[in-house]
C-alpha cells in the first residue's frame, strides 16, 4: 500500500473521530435526551470506534512501512505519550459507549421517561475530546522534530 494513502486514511480517521466526538460533546450538554438524540449519539459512537480502529490501523501500517530513517521516533517520548493518550481516549470511548447504550436500553423500555446524562459521562467525553486534541498536537510535534 502506498504510504501516502496510509497518511491519507490515517488523517482522515483522526478527523472523523475527532468531529465524532465534537458532536458527542455537543449532545451530551444539551438538558435532556429523547429517542432520536440518543439513537444520533450511538451512530457517534460507533463512528468512533471504526475511525478509531483505522487510525490504529493505518498508523501500525505506517510504521511497519517506515523508512529506516523514520524509525528513531520510536525512541522518542512523544511517540509513547501519543500512544499512551490513544490508549486512554480508546478506554474512555469504551466507557462512553457502554453507558450511552444503557440509557438507550433504558429509554426503549419506557419511551415516555426523559433522560437525563450523567455527570460522569460528561466528565469522560470532554476528557476524551482532550485526548484527541493532544493526541493531534502530539502528532505534530513529532513530525516537526
Request: glycine share 2%.
Amino acid at each position: 500500500m502506498n504510504f501516502y494513502l496510509l497518511k491519507f486514511l490515517h488523517l482522515t480517521s483522526l478527523t472523523l473521530l475527532f468531529s465524532a466526538s465534537i458532536y458527542k460533546n455537543i449532545q451530551v450538554h444539551r438538558k435532556t435526551c429523547d429517542h432520536q438524540r440518543l439513537q444520533q449519539m450511538i451512530v457517534a459512537e460507533m463512528i468512533s470506534g471504526i475511525t478509531a480502529t483505522l487510525m490504529v490501523i493505518s498508523g501500525v501500517a505506517m510504521l511497519l512501512h517506515a523508512y529506516p530513517q523514520h524509525l528513531y521516533r520510536l525512541q522518542s517520548t512523544s511517540f509513547w505519550l501519543k500512544m499512551s493518550l490513544l490508549v486512554v481516549t480508546t478506554v474512555l470511548i469504551i466507557m462512553s459507549k457502554m453507558t450511552i447504550r444503557k440509557l438507550a436500553k433504558a429509554e426503549q423500555q419506557h419511551p415516555n421517561l426523559t433522560i437525563t446524562i450523567p455527570i460522569h459521562v460528561k466528565l469522560i467525553l470532554g476528557i476524551d475530546l482532550f485526548g484527541l486534541a493532544l493526541m493531534a498536537l502530539l502528532a505534530i510535534v513529532m513530525v516537526r522534530t
